[in-house]
């Protein structure tokens, strides 16, 4: 059985405004092609081409002003699932301010129908003009601009959309949306719409400031199904080799926590790149303030026997602290849980239980981080010595790391058990 898309026949918008009747078909179409409601992604824009969210059963998504293309642009190829549809809805305002998003779409042709509710103005704030406010709308409502409006169908089309139309006369559009959705790539579908409060108040004046109907279709594969299946992103030319083992069981967590200048984003790589030499998923992000060069320097690296979908890190399972910047950044992320790692300069009695060793002293500001980390993961048998000093040949400074490595690799016997 059918489950319906709409959750109520009670419309968000005003009194015979254009967007109703384009969601009503919208939904049937989605009904008629047999998508369920968890099967569409709605993304929608800020203004009133935005109010949809509620009244849909589908899942939505609503993003900042004119930026709904690039949303879901980036959930279709996150997806990538031809069991789900990516459906932006954007107004004319949202179209004109996000152009370049919705050309990206176009240009790689990504599988998602991006309709535009064009009522030749920006209805939320009161009917300014937007970028495709008609010169002979502008008229009407004497406004002293000559400019041209965009022709947004042509321009997706030239950019590479699989196809691309514009609805000048409202009425029963379903087949325009239903083409679109059975269409491989990216499809948009610009749809006049009437704005009975600040615009165009009937259909038979709409036709007569707007183009006319113009439907433009190519040939060509869709964006590639997804940036997941190209492998890991670490090395050009396939993926790694994978020859060393690992006894993480599920995932691990790691905070490296130093200071600009020690390396600490340059560690992070290597242990996730050792990582996924060990058979492992890997993910890292690095924080630092805007004037890289200065302060702490912070990454997380995630390493884990299954996919990561998610990359957050809230709770590591290991903070490795080596510079007071880094630990004072570090600190509030320590729970109950967490195994700390740090420079002995840094001993605190607050965490007694801590592994403090020299690696300052031992292999310098520039090798702490590096030392402090792989002696940990040495240590606790997570990842091989010769995994690690794989990761760091390839490596600009590979001679000085392994250097550190080994060193890391000696001082485990020193540590504390
Ligand atoms: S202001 Fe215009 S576009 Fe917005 S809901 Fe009202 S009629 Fe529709």
């Known amino acids: 059985m059918t ?7 009670d419309m968000p918008f005003c009194p015979g405004c254009g967007h109703g009747v384009a969601v009503k078909n919208l939904a049937k179409a989605l009904e008629e092609a047999g998508f369920r ?27 900042l002003h004119g930026r709904a293309p690039a949303l879901a642009l980036g959930v279709s190829l996150g997806l990538s699932n031809p069991g789900k549809k990516v459906v932006a809805i954007q107004g004319d305002g949202g179209a004109t301010i996000g152009l370049q998003h919705l050309l990206e779409a176009a240009r790689r042709n990504v599988d998602m129908v991006l ?14 003009m937007s970028g495709l406010s008609t010169q002979a709308f502008k008229a009407e409502k004497h406004v002293d601009d000559d400019t041209p409006p965009f022709d947004i169908v042509r321009l997706a089309h030239e950019a590479g959309a699989a196809g691309s139309a514009r609805i000048s006369a409202p009425g029963e559009f379903k087949a325009y949306f239903q083409e679109a959705l059975a269409t491989p790539g990216f499809s948009l579908i610009e749809v006049a719409c009437l704005c ?13 400031v707007i183009p006319g109907d113009l439907k433009l279709s190519r040939q060509r594969p869709p964006a590639r199904a997804s940036y997941r299946d190209t492998g890991p992103l670490f090395e050009k030319g396939g993926p790694l080799p994978a020859p060393y083992s690992s006894c993480i069981r599920e995932r691990l967590g790691i905070v490296i926590a130093g200071s600009a200048g020690g390396g600490v984003q340059s560690v992070a790589r290597l242990v996730a790149n ?19 060069g200065t302060g702490f320097s912070l990454a997380e690296v995630i390493l884990s ?27 509030s992320r320590v729970k109950p849980n967490t195994a700390l790692v740090l420079d002995s300069a840094l001993r605190d009695a607050a965490f007694p239980d801590a592994l403090y060793g020299n690696f300052h002293k031992e292999a310098g500001k520039q090798g702490a981080a590096l030392a402090a980390a792989a002696s940990w993961l040495i240590r606790e048998g997570l990842l091989e010595r010769e995994a690690l000093l794989e990761a760091a040949r390839g490596h600009q400074h590979g001679e000085a790391l ?6 890391a690799a000696g001082m485990v016997r020193g540590l504390p058990v």
């Open 3 to 9: 489950q319906p898309i709409l959750v109520t026949k």
């Open 37 to 63: 409601p968890l099967d569409v992604i709605i993304v929608s824009d800020i203004g009133c081409a935005g109010l949809v969210d509620p009244i849909l059963a589908t899942h939505t998504i609503h993003g």
């Open 115 to 128: 309709i535009v509710l064009n009522n030749l103005l920006y209805g939320m704030t009161g009917g300014q």
């Open 196 to 208: 009975p409060s600040h615009g165009v108040k009937k259909l038979k004046e709409l036709a007569e």
């Open 274 to 292: 050792a990582g996924i030499r060990s058979g492992l998923h890997a993910t890292m992000k690095g924080e630092y303030p805007i004037t890289v």
């Open 305 to 331: 026997r299954n996919r990561i979908h998610y990359t957050g890190l809230e709770a590591p399972d290991v903070i490795v602290a080596v510079t007071e910047d880094g630990m004072a950044k570090a600190r």
């Open 402 to 407: 392994m250097e550190v490595i080994e060193k």
